[in-house]
């Protein structure tokens, strides 16, 4: 049973669309981070949400934490190419200190 | 300066060869780990050392054995490489736990014939 679920798994888009990438959990995360991935590199942190409810902007990608912490979810608006990527939720339950445990990501294409 | 750095970048061997894959961290980090990303990019933690101390070991065949000889550096060895050892694995570090920023490393593709 995967702790992450991540949605859609694939996602393939116009540049200048908008997009909205799903991390959903039946477990409650102290923590929870965004990571993109480019081919041949390994993950980079984009942000981290710890409150429940919490929104935090990132030009413009826009994080937001569910109010239950169970959830997140990454708004990209005018998607450009340069946000190509697979994108990686991973979260940190409480209790379960120095674990932090991956989804299975999203691979975006943002098409020229 | 790279600040997570592991060698080698890509490895191919022969099966029931032994390898290993070296990890060095400048950024002062108290906790190192070893990721195995799938195939299908699934990433998953392998162990975990913070001060030298081994704090994580999942489910991984015991041919594998991390070593850290200071916390700065965590080795992975492999013995006996099997076919479906074939994947990318991460080196990555934080200053305490991982609730703070992972720093990964670019990786290590390893390729068992």
Same mark, same amino acid.
């Given at each position: 049973t995967q702790l992450l679920e991540q949605s859609p798994q694939f996602l393939s888009i116009q540049e200048g669309e908008n997009l909205t990438v799903y991390c959903n959990s039946s477990s409650v995360f102290s923590s929870l981070q965004w990571y993109r991935q480019e081919p041949g590199e390994g993950p980079v942190l984009l942000v981290t949400v710890v409150t429940g409810g919490e929104v935090k902007k990132l030009k413009r990608l826009t994080f937001q934490f569910g109010d239950a912490r169970k959830d997140s979810s990454l708004h990209i608006t005018?998607?450009?190419?340069?946000?190509t990527g697979l994108y990686l939720c991973a979260g940190v339950r409480g209790g379960s200190n120095y674990k932090l445990t991956f989804g299975k990501g999203t691979l975006l294409t943002v098409n020229p | 300066d790279t600040a997570v750095s592991q060698t080698p970048k890509y490895l191919v061997t022969q099966m029931g060869n032994d390898k290993s894959i070296k990890c060095e961290q &400048? @950024? /002062?980090? #108290?906790t190192m780990y070893w990721y195995k990303q799938d195939s299908k990019k699934f990433l998953k933690i392998m162990f975990s050392y913070n001060n030298k101390e081994l704090i994580i070991n999942e489910?991984? =065949? &015991?041919r594998f054995s991390p070593k850290s000889p200071d916390k700065a550096h965590l080795n992975l060895h492999i013995n006996s @490489?099997?076919? /479906? #050892?074939?994947a990318v694995y991460f080196c990555a570090s934080s200053q305490?736990? =991982?609730n703070e920023k992972l720093f990964f490393g670019s990786g290590t593709q390893l390729s068992v014939l």
């Amino acid at each position: 049973t995967q702790l992450l679920e991540q949605s859609p798994q694939f996602l393939s888009i116009q540049e200048g669309e908008n997009l909205t990438v799903y991390c959903n959990s039946s477990s409650v995360f102290s923590s929870l981070q965004w990571y993109r991935q480019e081919p041949g590199e390994g993950p980079v942190l984009l942000v981290t949400v710890v409150t429940g409810g919490e929104v935090k902007k990132l030009k413009r990608l826009t994080f937001q934490f569910g109010d239950a912490r169970k959830d997140s979810s990454l708004h990209i608006t005018a998607a450009q190419p340069g946000d190509t990527g697979l994108y990686l939720c991973a979260g940190v339950r409480g209790g379960s200190n120095y674990k932090l445990t991956f989804g299975k990501g999203t691979l975006l294409t943002v098409n020229p | 300066d790279t600040a997570v750095s592991q060698t080698p970048k890509y490895l191919v061997t022969q099966m029931g060869n032994d390898k290993s894959i070296k990890c060095e961290q &400048n @950024l /002062g980090h #108290d906790t190192m780990y070893w990721y195995k990303q799938d195939s299908k990019k699934f990433l998953k933690i392998m162990f975990s050392y913070n001060n030298k101390e081994l704090i994580i070991n999942e489910t991984v =065949p &015991n041919r594998f054995s991390p070593k850290s000889p200071d916390k700065a550096h965590l080795n992975l060895h492999i013995n006996s @490489l099997e076919l /479906g #050892d074939s994947a990318v694995y991460f080196c990555a570090s934080s200053q305490v736990r =991982p609730n703070e920023k992972l720093f990964f490393g670019s990786g290590t593709q390893l390729s068992v014939l």
